[in-house]
């Protein structure tokens, strides 16, 4: 690599100089001069990193501290012209050895460079001694590395950010996953609120079962698809009346499940099981239903989700974090007017069926078809 003169880069103020954030920083100081560092040269070459609309987005991507592990606050946050940072800390240690809890967390702005800047940081940090450690996917693409204090960077890009969280070695790994999550759903509901939509593409088997994974779907069996039901449950049958029984002449077979059976282990679900505690509510208040032709005639699924209490716009939002989090790269959202409707549609760029989001009243409605018209005809029948 060709050296670069200092003055070619821009260098960001130390975060807070309180004690246990310093020290959690020093714990780990190898790899991010080795990581972080590299980032930053990516950032500062590319006009597309300090973007305004990257930079709005980031700096509204600060978590909510509810949706951090309990008894974690937010200390030392600071703004940039590429993004934020910030540190979480943990609850103090019961004795005077243990270092208390806490992660350095850092967003940038890179655009188009991101997947560059997450491969540089990846083969620095190897480079410096560190070694990769398993992790639950987040964001676009991520991975985690361990120095040889036991400290953990987590790294991870999503929407043209990419982020690191630098956690000491007291840090469980519970809740630096718990902590990386928030962040992601923090960048993923930011991105919905400028237009995001959720990424749900879901073709249930004749007599099927809803399916609220990622879009690759999760089967109980291994075999790479949904495991039907026998016979469709019908525990929201309220939901299920809100959703079309005829379309195209065509009568459609309607189930419905609360959260409680529905939400499961995949990165989607409990991204948006964490949501929903966010909300002061359980899975038991999340009602999902869905309507589709089990004969296969009519290509077109419409799912309505509603939580209890819950405006639907907030929910939405809290759906479309869910599903960003788990999406593959690529998927790009707007909003449309289809139908008299206004929505957001999804488009996963694979050549399947669009997702054609639209909120009404209590509900939140998806229609999730390739054929444009017929996702007009559909929400032209909805309320």
């Not at 993004?83 to 806490?102: E, L, R």
């Not at 718990?178 to 992601?184: G, L, P």
């Not at 990424?199 to 779907?217: D, E, K, M, N, W």
């Amino acid at each position: 690599m060709t050296p670069d003169s200092p003055d070619d880069y821009e260098y960001e103020a130390v975060p807070s100089r309180r004690t246990v954030l310093l020290v959690g920083i020093l714990a780990v100081v190898a790899i991010l001069l080795a990581g972080a560092a590299l980032i930053l040269m990516v950032v500062r070459g590319g006009a597309s990193a300090s973007t305004d609309s990257c930079r709005s987005l980031a700096w509204a991507a600060v978590p909510n501290v509810s949706t951090l592990p309990s008894g974690w606050t937010l200390a030392g946050s600071g703004f940039y012209s590429d993004g934020y940072s910030t540190s979480f800390v943990g609850p103090a240690p019961t004795d005077s050895t243990t270092t208390q809890p806490s992660i350095y967390v850092r967003l940038n702005c890179v655009g188009s460079d991101d997947h560059l800047a997450l491969t540089r940081s990846h083969d620095a940090g190897v480079a410096a001694g560190s070694s990769e450690v398993p992790f639950a996917k987040l964001g676009d693409e991520s991975f985690a590395l361990q120095d040889a204090t036991g400290g953990t960077t987590v790294y991870f890009r999503r929407s043209g950010i990419v982020v690191y969280l630098v956690a000491v070695a007291s840090v469980s790994p519970a809740d630096l996953q718990q902590a990386a999550t928030a962040v992601d759903l923090a960048i993923a509901g930011a991105t919905a609120s400028s237009g995001g939509g959720i990424a749900v593409t879901v073709t249930p088997p004749p007599g099927g079962t809803i399916v609220l994974g990622s879009p690759a779907p999760t089967a109980a069996s291994g075999s790479g698809a949904p495991v039907p039901t026998s016979t469709p449950s019908h525990a929201v049958p309220a939901l299920e009346a809100a959703l079309p029984h005829t379309i195209s002449g065509t009568p459609f077979t309607t189930q419905s499940l609360t959260g409680t059976e529905a939400i499961g282990t995949d990165p989607a679900s409990v991204s948006l099981a964490a949501s929903i505690k966010t909300f002061g509510k359980t899975p038991a208040d999340f009602q999902v239903a869905e309507s589709y032709d089990d004969t296969g005639t009519i290509a077109v699924t419409v799912i309505g989700f509603r939580l209890t209490g819950v405006d639907a716009t907030k929910l939405r939002g809290a759906i479309i974090a869910s599903w960003l989090a788990a999406a593959a790269s690529g998927v790009t959202t707007a909003p449309a007017t289809v139908g008299g409707k206004s929505v957001i549609k999804v488009d996963y760029a694979d050549g399947g069926p669009f997702d054609f989001v639209y909120v009404n009243g209590v509900t939140v409605y998806d229609v999730s078809t390739a054929d444009n018209s017929l996702a007009a005809t559909v929400l032209d029948l909805l309320p």
